[in-house]
């Protein structure tokens, strides 16, 4: 078992092994061309008297509001409906959305209802961060969880089912608010580095340069600023296309995740090790108690008592090591520290320790 979860470590570090080349669409985004949140305040009815109680004023007040718009007239402290529950809905509005698409919302229990199962949303509407109306949601709420039993006695709850989601359960009744300048373009790095800013650029200059002229400058080490060469002056989106299919061999820190929970360990293989010497060892200590029934002899006035015995023991296994040469990599190392039988967390000790003794060049990251 722990050969094989050093092996799959091992794995990780030869996929990580070199840089690939990455099209630009995974690597860059247009600025101005982005995702936008749209969140709503909304009913769901139909519930199986697991909505809100009599504790949630806000609840009754919204029904008594929507009941007076249809003409209804209900004063919200004579009603005591346990069939609805106030939720929050939110929904994401991807960029260059139209009027009529659908959109995938969320909905999210915000008074004291115990289960949305079942339940319908009434007509929502979804506004943006600048008060407008982008979207308006309706339908039925399907939760990833459920409760069975009964309320006064066991019950079993599995997920949450406060909240759900509908899917395509919002209309786009609004464009969405990105835009695509016709001027000089700016693309953001994901990831800012100024290695990999300067090597988006040189590609796309190589790409489009004509008679020695640059139409791409690295502005920072996470801005690169373009401007449409003569022949895309009207073509904004056909250039953009053929710069997204680009490729680029990004670049940035090495880094080491470890995550010491789960004894997961991510590298990569190219990490420099500098020459030094591992002496890694183990010391266990176990405390075991046991308990001995004390039995009397028979026609004897003795009570039978339970006496614990108390027994300790300490092994500390012979110390094992390692010696790194010049030019040696964390692949060689773990490699070498399999071979030897340590285990995730033997060699997560290791990594943290050569990274104290400035013998590893790289970024440590626990998590």
């Given at each position: 078992m722990r050969?094989?979860?050093?092996?799959?470590?091992a794995?990780?570090?030869?996929?990580?092994?070199?840089?690939?080349?990455?099209?630009?669409?995974?690597?860059?985004s247009?600025?101005?061309?982005?995702?936008?949140?749209?969140?709503?305040?909304?009913?769901?009815?139909?519930?199986?008297?697991?909505?809100?109680?009599?504790?949630?004023?806000?609840?009754?007040?919204?029904?008594?509001?929507l009941?007076?718009?249809?003409?209804?007239?209900?004063?919200?402290?004579a009603?005591?409906?346990?069939?609805?529950?106030a939720?929050?809905?939110?929904?994401?509005l991807?960029?260059?959305?139209?009027?009529?698409?659908?959109?995938?919302?969320?909905?999210?229990?915000?008074?004291?209802?115990?289960?949305?199962q079942?339940?319908?949303l009434?007509?929502?509407?979804?506004?943006?961060?600048?008060?407008?109306?982008?979207?308006?949601?309706?339908?039925?709420?399907v939760?990833?969880?459920?409760?069975?039993?009964?309320s006064?006695?066991?019950?079993?709850?599995?997920?949450?089912?406060?909240?759900?989601?509908?899917?395509?359960?919002a209309?786009?009744?609004?464009?969405?608010?990105?835009?695509?300048?016709?001027?000089?373009?700016?693309l953001?790095?994901?990831?800012?580095?100024?290695?990999?800013?300067?090597?988006?650029?040189?590609?796309?200059n190589?790409?489009f340069?004509?008679?020695?002229?640059?139409?791409?400058?690295?502005?920072?080490?996470g801005?690169?600023?373009v401007?449409?060469?003569?022949?895309?002056?009207d073509?904004?989106?056909?250039?953009?296309?053929?710069?997204?299919s680009?490729?680029?061999?990004?670049?940035?820190?090495?880094?080491?995740?470890?995550?010491e929970?789960?004894?997961?360990?991510?590298?990569?293989?190219?990490?420099?090790?500098?020459?030094?010497?591992?002496?890694?060892?183990?010391?266990?200590?176990?405390?075991?108690?046991?308990?001995?029934?004390?039995?009397?002899?028979?026609?004897?006035?003795?009570?039978?008592?339970?006496?614990?015995?108390?027994?300790?023991?300490?092994?500390?296994?012979?110390?094992?090591?390692?010696?790194?040469?010049?030019?040696?990599?964390?692949e060689?190392?773990?490699?070498?520290?399999?071979?030897?039988?340590?285990?995730?967390?033997?060699?997560?000790?290791?990594?943290?320790?050569?990274?104290?003794?400035?013998?590893?060049?790289a970024d440590?990251?626990?998590?």
């Open positions: 050969r094989n979860k050093l092996l799959m470590i794995l990780a570090a030869a996929m990580l092994a070199g840089a690939t080349p990455v099209r630009l669409k995974e690597l860059v247009i600025e101005g061309v982005r995702d936008n949140q749209l969140v709503g305040y909304g009913l769901v009815v139909g519930l199986n008297g697991t909505g809100d109680k009599r504790q949630t004023y806000f609840s009754a007040q919204t029904l008594a509001n009941l007076d718009r249809m003409g209804v007239q209900v004063s919200p402290t009603m005591l409906v346990r069939n609805m529950a939720v929050i809905v939110t929904a994401t991807p960029p260059f959305a139209q009027p009529g698409g659908k959109l995938d919302v969320q909905v999210a229990a915000v008074g004291d209802a115990s289960n949305l079942g339940g319908l009434v007509l929502t509407p979804l506004k943006g961060a600048d008060a407008s109306v982008y979207a308006v949601a309706q339908g039925a709420v939760t990833g969880g459920f409760v069975a039993g009964r006064s006695g066991n019950n079993l709850t599995v997920n949450h089912p406060t909240a759900g989601r509908i899917m395509s359960g209309i786009v009744e609004r464009a969405s608010p990105s835009v695509i300048t016709t001027g000089s373009l700016r953001q790095l994901n990831r800012a580095d100024f290695s990999t800013a300067c090597h988006v650029a040189d590609t796309i190589r790409k340069t004509e008679g020695g002229g640059k139409i791409a400058k690295a502005e920072s080490a801005a690169i600023v401007t449409p060469p003569p022949g895309y002056a073509q904004t989106v056909q250039f953009i296309s053929e710069i997204e680009l490729t680029v061999e990004p670049d940035g820190p090495q880094r080491i995740v470890v995550n929970k789960t004894g997961t360990i991510v590298l990569g293989k190219q990490v420099r090790i500098r020459p030094v010497a591992i002496l890694h060892g183990s010391l266990s200590v176990e405390i075991r108690t046991t308990f001995d029934v004390s039995q009397p002899a028979p026609l004897s006035e003795g009570k039978t008592t339970v006496v614990p015995q108390v027994a300790g023991s300490a092994k500390e296994d012979a110390a094992k090591s390692l010696t790194m040469k010049e030019g040696a990599t964390v060689d190392l773990v490699k070498a520290l399999t071979a030897i039988g340590s285990t995730p967390r033997d060699v997560i000790a290791v990594l943290q320790n050569l990274k104290a003794a400035g013998a590893l060049d440590v990251e626990v998590i």
